[in-house]
């Protein structure tokens, strides 16, 4: 009891010097908790949509292997329309036992809506445009809020959400683009979601205008919701309908199942956005341990008179140890609770964010799992008592002797020499394990060396940076603080006094700043690989795609090539094919069908054979990775299926995949696919058309190309420089997103750097006392409190740029792999971030440098 009250008497009489600490616990509390309420929101709330939703069973077209995703440039079937069930599916499970209704419906996900101005009313966050036709199925989720439903062709309703954001109303006409053709509409009614917009625009046609709009007139569906009478359970009523149609003709599931998909579905994105959201949270806690680990420490040395009065009146070793760690246990533990409250808000921050994109999420589905405040507050008190361990030890060490000795002022810590032995073995070890990302044949086998070289570097550097101090902060107190006189000395000793402390404070910038400056190098590698990539292998003009990334329509490919200035225009379809390998392998393929001037549009590195004779009826080009490890050789027949029909293909060229970095190597002529598919109607779509100009027609090629363009916004013209444009901003815009997340640890490193300083001043009350005595002046005491933190930040940017120079350079190297063979160094950006760690060391020291100036000289020379 004794030792709690002696606790709480210390951890309250210091409350002041906690908060700093206290923010870092908060901080990374806040965010673990946040992104676990986040998720399960998210979660909570489409759960709600699927289970409304669906049906007792579903019904859809059996799962194709030729869908083309959007990554790789489409959406769905390659051609463009979906698959369907046929409308007499409907009347064959009608009549089944434990049927009430059965409801088609038609849907697609790669349509265009435009409206009178010719502006595209599709999200801009990513999210598709959706068309589908308004029945009872769309009422489990929506209503009309204004208007009426479709009721034939020409009229189509549309989401609310969409109405909104892009100022249409009822009786606004506007026109839909599907792979089928485009059609004029008029608005005739509003929906809203009852609950949530899945972000998506929707719009919404009736029966016959979906299926002639989506499908060509197509009697089909894709998909029929089958709704239970209730007198069977799902499973029996899915089997019951699978003997009709057949179980392995169409896709079945229980609602339980659709919903079970769509969850996992769900779940892979938002597990991709949790772990990175958590990962930052735990990059903010490890520098808030230095932050931890750093205060505690100083305010043991501060009581080290205390403590020996303590130890000297009959305190154990285990009691001071036990009342340092309970003032960690307070810590952590106010810190946690702070922070589980601070991570609701960022939850509903996020949720915020996420309506503002488009989704609708209601606070009303607010889920804070039993589990969440447990993790927070678990893991908040156990980093604080780990930070706290070693300098309760010390604590724990004192001897009464030391009730003998001034308190007033501190002296001066040397770094440990095994210490700085031992981080220097790692930080070598660590960078021979980045070396070698440079032995290694690939990128998988690099992975281990990068993660292992980072780990490594990053113990050793953190080990050794006390060592360090000395080296360093001379080196920048010669360029730097040698001009101010005596203050810069001064600031220069105080830097130098306690190199364990100093080296603590800047490698919690460190850490932060190696991150930033890696990723620097490898963004910049990136865009610089592309560009000469670009400039090495791209021979067309203009790159002509959409932004909706799916396929592109016969229609604009026939105004693309109605342009009369053009030399030649190129159609580039991905086709999902399967292979059969010549050592008996079956092989999922994904080809570029081209028209043969795609040899004069993307310039490929030919191993074996001739491109163009590839790219011509009957041929095919392989990768000479893939030759070998299938036993592939140049004249040999592959027979393909894919979508519609089957070819035999003859290799005629073998292209280097270790060049190729923008292109594929698996290539065949749009000739060959037309040929083996009966029905023109599957022919797949173009995804991206390639196109150059005459010669000397470039400008005016372009103005015909924008104006042809010009009835489809959701096509995209760019030339050379435009599409290297257009790479830059896209790696631009995912460093910035992690440069904001970033910025969290970056924050509790300059809490880091103020609670130092502050405590620093507590700890040199006498000292400042004696210098005022003598004549240092307030302006001068302030001045040397800012150079003493500048010049700790710049030895934490100076250790964390070279850190993430090298880890830079490493993530480069197992790039290089995979074609971007340039090393690009961000000099500006390294320059501007170094520049700006000098800013924040400046900005961290006004709070403890008012406060030093303020001390009364005669209080602080008599202080104990």
Not at 82 to 92: I, K, L
Not at 579 to 585: F, R
Request: aromatic share 4%.
């Amino acid at each position: 009891m004794t030792v709690l009250k002696t606790s709480l008497r210390s951890f309250f009489s210091h409350k002041g010097r906690m908060v700093l600490s206290g923010m870092a616990v908060v901080l990374s509390v806040a965010f673990v908790c946040g992104t676990l309420v986040f998720t399960a929101t998210m979660n909570t709330t489409f759960d709600k949509l699927f289970a409304q939703s669906a049906s007792n069973v579903m019904i859809a077209p059996a799962e194709r292997d030729d869908e083309v995703s959007a990554v790789e440039g489409g959406s769905g079937p390659a051609n463009g329309v979906p698959d369907t069930v046929p409308a007499s599916v409907v009347d064959e499970i009608s009549s089944v036992d434990g049927v009430e209704r059965v409801t088609g419906n038609v849907a697609a996900t790669n349509a265009v809506a435009v409206d009178a101005d010719n502006e595209n009313l599709g999200p801009t966050t990513g999210a598709p445009t959706v068309v589908t036709n308004w029945s009872d199925v769309e009422l489990r989720t929506s209503e009309i809020a204004e208007g009426q439903a479709p009721t034939g062709p020409g009229e189509v309703m549309v989401d609310a959400d969409t109405a909104d954001a892009k100022g249409i109303a009822i009786g606004d006409e506007i026109r839909l683009i599907t792979a089928i053709g485009d059609y004029q509409t008029t608005i005739t009614g509003i929906v809203d979601f009852t609950i949530t917009n899945p972000g998506a625009a929707i719009f919404y046609l009736d029966l016959a205008s979906a299926q002639e709009y989506l499908l060509g007139g197509e009697d089909g569906f894709t998909t029929i919701y089958v709704d239970s009478t209730g007198a069977v359970s799902d499973a029996d009523l899915k089997a019951a309908v699978a003997s009709v149609v057949g179980a392995d003709t169409y896709k079945l599931q229980t609602s339980d199942e659709y919903i079970e998909e769509n969850r996992d579905a769900l779940g892979e994105v938002l597990s991709i956005l949790e772990y990175v959201l958590l990962g930052f949270a735990g990059l903010a806690l490890l520098v808030g341990i230095f932050l931890i680990v750093n205060t505690f420490s100083m305010l043991v040395a501060q009581r080290t008179r205390e403590i020996g009065l303590m130890r000297a009146i009959g305190s154990s070793r285990r009691q001071v140890n036990r009342s340092v760690l309970i003032e960690a246990l307070l810590l952590g533990l106010i810190g946690s609770i702070l922070g589980f409250g601070a991570g609701i808000g960022i939850a509903v921050g996020l949720m915020a964010l996420m309506s503002a994109l488009g989704m609708n999420l209601s606070t009303e589905d607010l889920t804070i799992e039993a589990t969440v405040p447990v993790v927070g507050i678990v893991l908040g008190v156990v980093v604080t008592l780990l930070a706290a361990y070693i300098p309760a030890r010390r604590a724990g060490k004192i001897s009464p002797m030391a009730a003998l000795r001034d308190a007033g002022m501190p002296g001066d810590v040397r770094a440990g020499r095994i210490r700085a032995g031992i981080g220097a073995v790692f930080t070598v070890l660590g960078l021979a394990a980045l070396a070698g990302t440079a032995t290694v044949d690939s990128a998988a086998d690099g992975a281990g060396f990068l993660a292992l070289g980072v780990v490594l570097s990053l113990v050793g550097l953190i080990l050794v940076g006390p060592a360090l101090v000395g080296l360093v902060v001379r080196g920048l107190s010669a360029v730097l603080l040698r001009g101010f006189g005596p203050v810069g000395r001064l600031a220069e000793r105080n830097a130098l006094r306690n190199p364990r402390r100093t080296g603590a404070t800047a490698s919690a910038l460190m850490i932060g700043l190696a991150l930033v400056a890696g990723l620097s190098v490898v963004g910049s590698s990136m865009v610089a690989s592309a560009t000469e990539e670009i400039d090495e292998s791209l021979g067309a003009d203009y790159i002509i795609n959409s932004s909706t990334f799916g396929q592109i329509q016969p229609d604009v490919t026939a105004a693309v090539r109605d342009v009369a200035e053009l030399d030649h225009v190129t159609e580039v379809a991905n086709v999902r094919t399967e292979v059969a390998m010549p050592n008996g392998e079956d092989v999922d393929v994904l080809l570029s069908a081209a028209d043969p001037t795609y040899e004069q549009d993307i310039a490929m590195d030919v191993v074996e054979g001739d491109l163009g004779e590839a790219l011509q009826p009957g041929g095919v080009s392989v990768g000479d990775e893939d030759a070998e490890e299938y036993g592939i050789a140049l004249g040999d027949e592959l027979p393909v299926t894919f979508d519609g029909g089957t070819a035999t293909v003859t290799v005629r060229a073998i292209l280097s995949q270790g060049e190729a970095m923008a292109t594929g190597t698996w290539n065949l002529g749009l000739e060959t696919i037309r040929a083996g598919v009966p029905d023109e109607a599957a022919m797949p779509l173009p995804s991206l058309l390639f196109a150059a100009a005459a010669e000397g027609q470039q400008d005016a090629a372009r103005a015909a190309l924008d104006a042809a363009m010009e009835r489809y916004p959701q096509m995209e013209v760019r030339d050379q420089a435009e599409y290297k444009e257009l790479i830059q901003d896209q790696v631009g815009q995912l460093l910035n997103m992690v440069y904001g997340l970033l910025a969290l640890a970056i924050i509790v490193a300059v809490l880091g750097v103020i609670n130092t300083l502050a405590l620093s001043v507590v700890e040199r009350t006498r000292e400042i006392g004696l210098m005022r005595a003598i004549g240092l002046s307030r302006r001068q005491l302030r001045r040397m409190i800012r150079l003493e933190s500048v010049v700790i930040a710049l030895f934490g940017a100076l250790l964390g740029l070279a850190l993430g120079l090298a880890w830079g350079a490493a993530g480069q190297q197992l790039m290089a792999l995979e074609g971007m063979r340039v090393l690009e160094i961000p000099w500006s950006t390294l320059l501007t971030v170094f520049i700006g760690s000098a800013i924040v060391g400046l900005l961290a020291a006004l709070m403890p440098a008012f406060r030093a100036g303020r001390m009364n000289i005669l209080n602080a020379i008599a202080t104990e």
